[in-house]
Antibody
Framework: QVQLVESGGGLVKPGGSLRLSCAAS????????MSWIRQAPGKGLEWVSY????????NYADSVKGRFTISRDNAKNSLYLQMNSLRAEDTAVYYC???????????WGQGTMVTVSS | VIWMTQSPSLLSASTGDRVTISCRMS??????LAWYQQKPGKAPELLIY???TLQSGVPSRFSGSGSGTDFTLTISCLQSEDFATYYC?????????FGQGTKVEIK
């Protein structure tokens, strides 16, 4: 079935780096735009980044611009988020989500927790 | 940036009630609005897109309305599985933004 599975979360010190991965299955990954969305503990949803199907277009929230990089490998059906210069306020569950044909986020992964703490 | 005001933040209701959640935009977004449901410890799920179109598999007791700046999610007859947090989200422009969320709890 259609599925997204994130991995790569964990505990990292402030200023450190982490790379998240999202494995897609059950659909033609290369046909879809993808996005990362995060949720700090007990808080609401915050959109983080967006990438077109061919990687030609990317977009970022101001809060992560210059520190995070979104990428994808269509041959591996995988989405990535390289996170550098991490801060305590980046602590959150990170979800990858498919951008549906309607442009809403129609499929979500189960999330991976990132904790930034010394 | 398009700011979104979602209300109420907390809604206490009983099974069988009709409930309404509001989402107001800081500028017009036509019908580029989605609603999501999130249960504790789970990922959000898409309920409605294009302001009023039900995602496949979503029960018909859910409905959405509005365009421009004012939108509404209605649950016509609240069921036990509907107690959750609901978010609106605009996809008219970047950055994509979400409402603050409405927690629907058992009265």
């Amino acid at each position: 079935q259609v599925q997204l599975v994130e991995s790569g979360g964990g505990l990292v010190k402030p200023g450190g780096s982490l790379r998240l991965s999202c494995a897609a299955s059950g659909f033609t990954f290369s046909d879809y735009y993808m996005s990362w969305i995060r949720q700090a503990p007990g808080k609401g949803l915050e959109w983080v980044s967006y990438i077109s199907s061919s990687s030609s277009y990317t977009n970022y929230a101001d809060s992560v611009k210059g520190r995070f990089t979104i990428s994808r490998d269509n041959a591996k059906n995988s989405l990535y988020l390289q996170m550098n210069s991490l801060r305590a306020e980046d602590t959150a569950v990170y979800y990858c989500a498919r951008v549906g044909q309607t442009a809403a986020f129609d499929i979500w992964g189960q999330g991976t927790m990132v904790t930034v703490s010394s | 940036v398009i700011w979104m005001t979602q209300s109420p933040s907390l809604l206490s209701a009983s099974t069988g009630d009709r409930v309404t959640i509001s989402c107001r935009m800081s500028q017009g977004i036509s019908s580029y609005l989605a609603w999501y449901q999130q249960k504790p410890g789970k990922a959000p799920e898409l309920l409605i897109y294009a302001a009023s179109t039900l995602q496949s598999g979503v029960p018909s007791r859910f409905s959405g309305s509005g365009s421009g700046t004012d939108f509404t999610l209605t649950i016509s007859c609240l069921q036990s599985e509907d107690f959750a947090t609901y978010y609106c989200q605009q996809y008219y422009s970047f950055p994509r933004t979400f409402g603050q969320g409405t927690k629907v709890e058992i009265k």
